[in-house]
């Protein structure tokens, strides 16, 4: 076997060994930050999604079919990198296959495109856990506000799982998630005015003296003008009316007695 053999035949081998490698596994998994506490919970919708940091583990039980939710910041410069694993406890195995999904949305809810990772795998009713995983664009400073960029401020992740049998609802599950920053803190020439953040604004909690001064008055006096409506073009044109029907009777009735 000559050299130009072998070398084609290692070329080929290397191609085949790495188009066997699942997506994003050349990629480094986020490391969590040593000493952080593990989260044990998520939301169920955008506004109750649950906050952590970047380098905070997570770690929550769930039922197959629900959404779950959780939020974090991101400054620019910086490239997140989210991965997730799904595992089913033994002996509740799956009827059939399910795909499950993972979205990032940045702080006006729109939905970011991933550079890398497995974003929607689909996997058999035998497969024990399922790894998802998602590096966004690098964040910068500004952009055009058609861009669609990734900007500094709030970011949302959404777990779901879709295509499931209606047989599986409901069966329990357990999802480790991690939320890791890389990148070298250029975000590009300018700067934005404000960070991308949901616009939440949280109602003012009135003490009992406020709420007594903003409450309206009550008044138990009798006002005759609170039964009478007020006047409109409706009730000047049902009295015209009226008026009219009341005229055409006596003087049809008087042209009848007549006669």
Avoid at 44 to 72: C, D, K, M, N
């Amino acid at each position: 076997m000559g050299t130009p053999t072998v070398r084609r035949l290692a070329a080929l081998l290397a191609a085949t060994g790495l188009g066997l490698l699942p997506a994003g596994a050349a990629l480094a998994d986020p490391s969590p930050s040593p000493g952080a506490a593990t989260v044990t919970k998520a939301g169920t919708s955008f506004l109750t999604a649950t906050a952590i940091a970047p380098g905070q583990p997570v770690r929550v039980g769930a039922s197959h079919g629900e959404y779950l939710y959780w939020t974090f910041p991101a400054a620019a410069g910086e490239v997140p990198d989210i991965g997730a694993t799904v595992s089913y406890p033994a002996g509740r195995a799956r009827t059939g296959a399910a795909t499950w999904t993972i979205d990032v949305f940045d702080g006006l809810r729109r939905r970011q495109a991933c550079t890398a990772g497995a974003q929607t795998p689909t996997v058999p009713a035998g497969t024990p856990t399922v790894q998802l995983g998602c590096t966004l664009r690098t964040v910068r400073a500004w952009a055009e506000p058609w861009s669609g960029d990734p900007l500094p401020g709030t970011y949302y992740i959404r777990l779901s799982v879709t295509g499931v049998a209606e047989s599986d609802l409901g069966l329990p599950l357990e999802v480790e998630l991690l939320v890791g920053t890389d990148g070298d803190g250029d975000g590009g020439d300018g700067s934005l005015a404000a960070p991308l953040v949901p616009p939440v604004k949280a109602g003012k909690v009135l003490t009992d003296a406020e709420a007594n001064a903003a409450a309206p008055e009550e008044d138990d006096g009798y006002d005759l003008g609170d039964w009478l409506p007020a006047p409109s073009s409706r009730w000047i044109w049902t009295t015209v009316g009226g008026i009219l029907a009341a005229v055409a009777g006596v003087v049809g009735f008087g042209l009848t007695r007549r006669r």
